[in-house]
C-alpha cells in the first residue's frame, strides 16, 4: 500500500500539472481580458473604468459590477471596420491554409517515401528557418519583394514581366509570407501520419488492378485525413490572427483582424475595444477545434 501510494500521488501530479498551466497562462489572462472587453475606455491609468477595487468593500464591488456592459460588443457588430477585419482574416487564413495543403502534402509524402536514413535530414531542414527570428525572415521577404528586389530582377531577366510588378502592399504578398513562415506546420503532421501509413494497403490496392491517383485518393488522402485536419488547424488559427506579416508585408489599406487590435490597444488607446474584439477572435477559434475534439471523441468511441 505505501510503495503504489507516492506512485498516485505523482500520476494526479502529472495530471494537474497541465491544468494549472492552462489555468494560470489562458483562463486567467483570457478572464483579464474579458473583464476589460466589459469596461468603458476613459482617460486615466489603467484607461479603462471600472476598476476592481477590493478594498472599496461590498459596495465597491457591487458598483464594480454595475458597471460592466456589453457596449464594445455591440460596437464590433454594428461597425463595418471590425466585421470586415474579422471576414479579411478568415478569407486569408482560408486561402494560405489550403495552398499550404496544396505545397505541404507532396513535400510530406515525398519525405515519408524517402528512405528512413534521410528522413531525418530532410525533416530537419523542412524546420530549418525556425532557427531564425521571424521578422529577421519577413524582413528578407521585404527586401526580395522590392521594385528593385531579386524577385522583379530575375523575372525581368527571364523575359517573363516587362515591367517590375509590385509585391510588397498586396495579398500576393501577404500569401508568400504566410505560406514560407508557416509550412512545416502542416508539413509535420501529414508526415506523422503518412509516415505510419500501412503499405501494405497500398499493395493490395495495386495487385486489386487500381491505378495509382485511385490509391492515392480512395486509400491515402483517407488514411492521412487525422494529419490534414490536424495540419489545418494548426496553420489555419494562427494565421487568424497574425500581425507581423500582414503589417509589414501587406501594408494598412485592408487590415487583418491583429492589425485592428493592435491598432485599437496603441493607437487609439482603446483598451476596453481591443478586449473584445481579442475575446470574440478567441471564441472563433476555439469554435473549430472544440468540433475537431466532439469528432475525434466520437470516432474513438466508434471504434
Not at 68 to 86: A, E, Q, T
Amino acid at each position: 500500500m505505501r510503495r503504489n501510494q507516492p506512485r498516485s500521488l505523482w500520476q494526479s501530479l502529472v495530471v494537474r500539472i497541465p491544468y494549472a498551466w492552462l489555468a494560470a497562462l489562458f483562463v486567467l489572462p483570457f478572464l483579464i481580458v474579458l473583464k476589460i472587453s466589459l469596461s468603458q475606455s476613459a482617460i486615466a491609468r489603467p484607461p479603462y473604468t471600472p476598476v476592481f477595487d477590493l478594498a472599496a468593500g461590498w459596495h465597491g464591488i457591487r458598483a464594480f459590477f454595475a458597471a460592466l456592459s456589453f457596449d464594445n460588443y455591440v460596437l464590433i457588430g454594428s461597425d463595418p471596420i471590425y466585421v470586415l477585419s474579422y471576414l479579411k482574416s478568415v478569407e486569408i487564413a482560408a486561402f494560405s491554409t489550403l495552398i499550404l495543403l496544396l505545397v505541404g502534402y507532396p513535400i510530406a509524402y515525398a519525405i515519408a517515401r524517402t528512405p528512413r536514413r534521410w528522413q531525418a535530414v530532410l525533416i530537419v531542414l523542412t524546420v530549418l528557418p525556425f532557427w531564425t527570428s521571424l521578422l529577421i525572415r519577413i524582413y528578407a521577404w521585404m527586401n526580395i519583394l522590392q521594385r528593385d528586389g531579386p524577385l522583379n530582377q530575375l523575372l525581368v531577366a527571364l523575359s517573363i514581366v516587362k515591367e517590375p510588378p509590385v509585391w510588397l502592399s498586396t495579398n500576393t504578398a501577404i500569401f508568400i509570407g504566410v505560406v514560407y513562415s508557416y509550412l512545416p506546420f502542416m508539413v509535420l503532421p501529414l508526415y506523422a501520419t503518412l509516415e505510419k501509413l500501412d503499405e501494405s494497403l497500398l499493395e493490395a490496392a495495386a495487385d486489386l488492378g487500381c491505378p495509382r491517383w485511385k490509391i492515392f485518393w480512395q486509400v491515402t488522402l483517407p488514411l492521412s485525413s487525422s494529419g490534414v485536419i490536424a495540419g489545418a488547424l494548426l496553420c489555419f488559427i494562427p494565421i487568424v490572427g497574425e500581425f507581423v506579416i500582414p503589417d509589414l508585408l501587406g501594408g494598412s489599406r485592408s487590415p487583418m483582424i491583429g492589425q485592428t487590435i493592435w491598432m485599437e490597444f496603441f493607437g487609439n488607446k482603446d483598451w476596453p475595444a481591443a478586449a473584445a474584439v481579442a475575446v470574440v477572435l478567441v471564441c472563433l477559434l476555439v469554435a473549430p477545434i472544440l468540433v475537431y475534439q466532439h469528432r475525434a471523441m466520437r470516432a474513438v468511441e466508434r471504434d
